[in-house]
């Protein structure tokens, strides 16, 4: 995979969900002006599919594997990036869904579709697909372990649970959703268990990434490390991406 992108940068930001990764990852596609990924989204997009056609009950646990995997086959994941805000929306099959894959529903029930190998399977090669001839940031779960095991910069997000749900449900509050701080401390620490313990691609730092602890810093400061050690890392052996 390198040899046909020395003058790409590929960097992997992984680790706990609400660390503000997404936030992190879009600072630095928009510092080198390159493409941002949020893998999650894609998670997201095909669980909001497995509950939209019934393939997936949340109350049993149950899921049709053999309806989702045909159902994959065909299903068309792509983001769309306003010009003028850069902000991203995931289409799926065409529609807009950016809004419904951020609803509790989906958060509940994500972490259980994407325990599936054939759905990791399937979103993995989208991902690759993305960082053809192209410099990129993505993050999530696997990036540095197995989407891209040789991206030139791998960083691994965490923060104490109390914050990272602090976070959460302000940014929850902020949206009109009527929640109770406990339901989404439960939700986070749930979902790092499932995705920590999960038998395919679990969560965990890669030997080579570089640990961001954000409880304590601002935006500004997470940035600054980061693009510090892309310098360190990256930059010195190409002048631009
Ligand atoms: O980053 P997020 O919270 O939007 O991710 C949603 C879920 O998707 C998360 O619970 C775990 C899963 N996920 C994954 O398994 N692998 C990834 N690369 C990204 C997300």
Same mark, same amino acid.
């Given at each position: 995979?390198?040899?046909?992108?020395?003058?790409? $940068?590929?960097?992997?930001? =992984?680790?706990?969900?609400?660390?503000?990764?997404?936030?992190?990852?879009?600072?630095?596609?928009?510092?080198?002006?390159?493409?941002?990924? =949020?893998?999650?989204?894609?998670?997201?997009?095909?669980?909001?599919?497995? $509950?939209?056609?019934?393939?997936?009950?949340?109350?049993?646990?149950?899921?049709?594997?053999?309806?989702?995997?045909?159902?994959?086959?065909?299903?068309?994941?792509?983001?769309?990036? =306003?010009?003028?805000?850069?902000?991203?929306?995931?289409?799926?099959?065409?529609?807009?869904?950016?809004?419904?894959?951020?609803?509790?529903?989906?958060?509940?029930?994500?972490?259980?579709?994407?325990?599936?190998?054939?759905?990791?399977?399937?979103?993995?090669?989208?991902?690759?697909?993305?960082?053809?001839?192209?410099?990129?940031?993505?993050?999530?779960?696997?990036?540095?372990?197995?989407?891209?095991?040789?991206?030139?910069?791998?960083?691994?997000?965490?923060?104490?649970?109390?914050?990272?749900?602090?976070?959460?449900?302000?940014?929850?509050?902020?949206?009109?959703?009527?929640?109770?701080?406990?339901?989404?401390?439960?939700?986070?620490?749930?979902?790092?268990?499932?995705?920590?313990?999960?038998?395919?691609?679990? $969560?965990?730092?890669?030997?080579?990434?570089?640990?961001?602890?954000?409880?304590?810093?601002?935006?500004?400061?997470?940035?600054?490390?980061?693009?510090?050690?892309?310098?360190?890392?990256?930059?010195?052996?190409?002048?631009?991406?």
């Amino acid at each position: 995979m390198k040899k046909n992108r020395q003058d790409t $940068l590929i960097v992997a930001v =992984d680790g706990y969900s609400s660390t503000g990764k997404s936030t992190l990852a879009r600072d630095i596609a928009r510092h080198y002006g390159i493409k941002y990924i =949020d893998s999650g989204a894609m998670y997201r997009a095909v669980t909001l599919y497995a $509950l939209r056609h019934g393939l997936y009950d949340p109350e049993t646990e149950r899921l049709d594997e053999g309806g989702l995997k045909q159902a994959l086959e065909k299903m068309d994941i792509d983001f769309f990036v =306003d010009q003028s805000s850069r902000d991203q929306s995931l289409v799926l099959n065409g529609e807009n869904v950016e809004r419904e894959i951020r609803q509790m529903e989906v958060s509940r029930s994500v972490s259980m579709i994407s325990r599936y190998g054939f759905v990791r399977t399937k979103l993995v090669e989208k991902q690759r697909a993305f960082a053809l001839s192209n410099s990129l940031v993505m993050d999530g779960r696997d990036i540095g372990t197995v989407v891209f095991p040789d991206a030139d910069v791998k960083i691994f997000m965490t923060a104490s649970v109390e914050v990272r749900a602090r976070r959460r449900y302000d940014e929850l509050l902020e949206k009109g959703y009527a929640i109770s701080f406990e339901e989404v401390k439960s939700n986070v620490e749930e979902r790092d268990h499932i995705d920590e313990t999960r038998k395919e691609s679990p $969560l965990r730092k890669a030997d080579d990434a570089v640990v961001i602890d954000n409880s304590h810093l601002s935006r500004e400061e997470q940035l600054e490390r980061t693009l510090a050690t892309i310098e360190n890392k990256w930059g010195r052996a190409h002048e631009q991406p």
